[in-house]
């Protein structure tokens, strides 16, 4: 490649003015050398459009997904962020400057940021800082899995798990309580769908018969909340083994005190920001799902995934958290609580802190 080519093309692209770039001048250049000069223009391009120059591609995306679970469920319209190499070729300023055909030619020589795949035919724009942080987090988030599923007491004496201790008591002394003023959703599978259940029974499980759950253990009945019904239906009623129930019985709740919550939602680090937060909020340590085929056959969770979330949940109350506020891989439009139940509190009562206002059908019938 011709030195004048190279220092002209550096020139065009710092000016973001690819269109004085001939055909002739990118005949000049070979791919080889060209490539860095390439990467540097789609990384710019890609920058202006989606404000990063990160990306997954369409080998990568399901892996991906699998291990930064969290992620795509607190962003949920990540999913569908998918953009065709060919419509990212169109709607940026590449096309001035390279024919279609040895635009595609170069990504397959560049390959994906991530994989390194070529062939490419999608990407997935996702923030920088974020890249960084899976890679940096990787080692230590298997180990404190795997050390979890061995031995869940011993979780505590991990490095890892201390730092996120240390993180949630810097969160916690920060926090101040809030007045949740909007309407909370819980709901029940019917039995008999012409019987209604109680107030007393659309409340929290008893500690009795209490199971484990995400964030409480055996014996500890917390309160499980959605802020739609759209959002209680989909975690009470979602089975990857057939369809919704055609009906279950909705309360409408009301809390009554402001409460300090621990947020697990806050991925752009609105409100804080932390490294080990945002990878935590991000991993499936926190956003797992266990085995459907057990839980729907209504025997006992696959409980191994939960281990760690219980774990956040007795360090939150540990520190003085109410609840935890989660996001919800069933709905979109609105998000999870649970409200811890303290049992050395012996002033500890349901009834101040919240109320059901209504009991209902959901969805509800043309008559109802």
């Not at 599923?149 to 979780?155: L, N, R, S």
Request: one cysteine or more; hydrophobic letters at 35%.
């Amino acid at each position: 490649m011709c030195g004048d080519c190279e220092k002209d093309l550096d020139s065009l692209i710092e000016r973001d003015s690819y269109s004085d770039l001939s055909d002739e001048q990118l005949a000049e250049l070979s791919r080889e050398s060209h490539l860095p000069s390439f990467k540097k223009s789609f990384l710019t391009e890609l920058s202006k459009l989606f404000k990063t120059s990160s990306f997954l591609c369409n080998h990568c995306i399901d892996d991906f997904l699998k291990k930064w679970d969290g992620f795509a469920i607190i962003n949920s319209e990540f999913k569908e962020s998918e953009i065709s190499l060919s419509s990212f070729y169109y709607q940026s300023s590449l096309y001035e400057l390279y024919k279609e055909d040895d635009f595609d030619i170069f990504v397959d020589m560049m390959g994906c940021s991530r994989c390194e795949n070529g062939d490419i035919t999608s990407i997935w724009p996702y923030p920088n800082n974020l890249d960084v942080l899976f890679d940096l987090y990787d080692d230590e988030l298997k180990a404190v899995a795997k050390l979890a599923e061995k031995c869940p007491f011993a979780i505590l004496t991990d490095d890892f798990a201390s730092k996120i201790y240390s993180m949630l008591k810097q969160l916690s002394e920060k926090s101040t309580n809030l007045c949740l003023d909007f309407k909370f959703y819980r709901c029940r599978n019917l039995d008999d769908e012409a019987v209604l259940f109680s107030r007393q029974d659309m409340g929290p499980v008893p500690d009795e018969k209490a199971q484990e759950n995400r964030f409480n253990h055996t014996g500890y009945g917390y309160l499980y909340l959605a802020t739609t019904e759209d959002v209680s239906f989909g975690e009470v009623t979602y089975s990857s083994n057939g369809p919704r129930k055609k009906q279950v019985c909705m309360a409408e709740i009301r809390l009554l005190k402001s409460l300090k919550i621990l947020d697990l939602t806050d991925v752009q680090g609105n409100n804080h920001k932390d490294d080990t937060y945002q990878m935590l909020i991000c991993s499936p340590l926190v956003y797992n799902h266990p085995d459907n085929k057990n839980k729907f056959q209504n025997k006992m969770y696959a409980t191994k995934e939960y281990i760690f979330t219980r774990f956040i949940a007795d360090c939150a109350l540990s520190l003085g958290f109410d609840g935890i506020k989660y996001a919800s891989r069933f709905g979109r439009s609105g998000d999870n609580f649970v409200i811890f139940k303290d049992k050395t509190n012996k002033q500890f009562k349901w009834d101040e802190i919240f109320i059901i206002d209504d009991i209902y059908r959901y969805p509800k019938n043309d008559d109802d």
